[in-house]
């Protein structure tokens, strides 16, 4: 099981702040915002409009990086904090 | 050489946390960066909602705390960044940084400020008094983040 | 959009200045500098006697900060030195800057100082516990001063 | 007459905080200081000694700037202050 969390204009957009994931083996984060984009049309075109950040275990990650079941995933609009 | 990082809803004191930073008789420089709540150029905001993602943020902040430390010699560092609703001029974040020198006083907090404004997990929500919406990030932002990779030197 | 420029004997409140800089809807990042004395790398201090040129240093300032105000839109600007005696860490001098964005408020502010050590008629006596000398100027802050002349950019 | 300010060390080497110049028709600073250093063989090795920074009338100048009588010269080390 993986837990995906979502934020601000995102979670608002999505609906959800967070979704869960039945994962069994390792995939990367382009394959598992594949499978976010391929619940629901509106998912998939939220997804595609906006840039998204992806941290995974709470560190920032690139598209390539390898996600294992159990991993906590975060996806969220770039930062404006400061 | 001690780092303090704190997420809160509470203001923080400027001058308190300046004078925590001095209590090191090796500190001849310390350096403080402080951000409000500002109108905007064509409305007056109410207030600005501040969304963060717990688990990560103090971690995001400590990581560059740390990556501050790596770059320049400095002492104490202290960042505090307030989450939740503000209202106008309000402080939002407050950087510090004690060190021998001045110099490395000044590039390392503006360092942290240019890294937590790209990296760290905030969001900002802003009302004006006909409308709410999510601030965008700004591009001016990530290009000041930038220069930090290209710029090996002091 | 004002200056404040003070030489004095007695210490002064970071907190108090930098509340005195906010005061303004429109600036939304305050960069303040502190420095203090500090302990030399061979001795401890015991005190310093700031040395000034009365007539010659307000106006000195006050030209420091007119020409930061040239070089980059910054709302307020306070400069604080100490003159006298001084024991250890204790605050030397003073310089706050506001401004609507944080890297105009943390450049002129860096700007402020470097000038300042380099231009403005102050001088320092330092008194260990075995010894008293005038302190002598310092190549890195003559250098420090010279970059802002080739940088013509912000 | 022009009044010639020292400060700091110069001032203690000097022996003293000022000393007037019956100063009659303009000068640079360059033709100042070899005035004063003809004044004494102590003044002369301090003045040769030492970096000398010139402010007439409160600023900074050159030693080519040029001094009128009435003018407010100091001369001082390079400053330490902040």
Chains 1, 4 share one sequence.
């Not at chain 1, 967070?18 to 939220?46: F, G, N």
């Not at chain 2, 709540?37 to 963060?52: K, S, Y």
Request: hydrophobic share 45%; glycine share 4%; aromatic share 8%.
């Amino acid at each position: 099981m993986t837990r995906i969390r979502f934020f601000a204009l995102l979670r608002e957009r999505l609906g959800v702040s967070e979704w869960h994931y039945a994962q069994e083996k390792p995939v990367d984060v382009e394959a598992l915002i594949r499978i976010l984009k391929a619940e629901s049309l509106a998912w998939e075109t939220e997804l595609n409009a906006q840039e998204v950040l992806v941290a995974v275990n709470q560190a920032l990650v690139e598209r390539s990086f390898i996600v294992n079941p159990g991993d906590e995933v975060a996806l969220f609009p770039p930062v404006t904090g400061g | 050489m001690k780092t303090i990082i704190r997420v809160q809803m509470e203001a923080f004191s400027v001058g308190d946390e300046y004078e925590r930073l001095t209590h090191d008789p090796d500190c001849g420089a310390v350096v403080t960066f402080t951000g409000l709540v500002r109108d905007l150029p064509h409305a007056a905001i109410q207030a600005l909602e501040l969304e963060h993602y717990p688990e990560m943020t103090e971690r995001m902040l400590q990581g560059i705390a740390d990556q501050a430390r790596q770059r320049w010699s400095v002492r104490g560092i202290t960042i505090i960044h307030r989450i939740g609703r503000l209202t106008r001029n309000q402080p939002i974040v407050f950087v510090g940084v004690a060190s021998a020198h001045r110099h490395s006083a000044f590039q390392a907090a503006e360092f942290i400020m240019d890294f937590l404004k790209t990296r760290a997990p905030f969001w900002k929500k802003e009302e004006t008094s006909d409308t709410c919406y999510w601030v965008a990030a700004k591009a001016s932002d990530q290009r000041a983040a930038k220069r930090w990779e290209q710029d090996s030197a002091q």
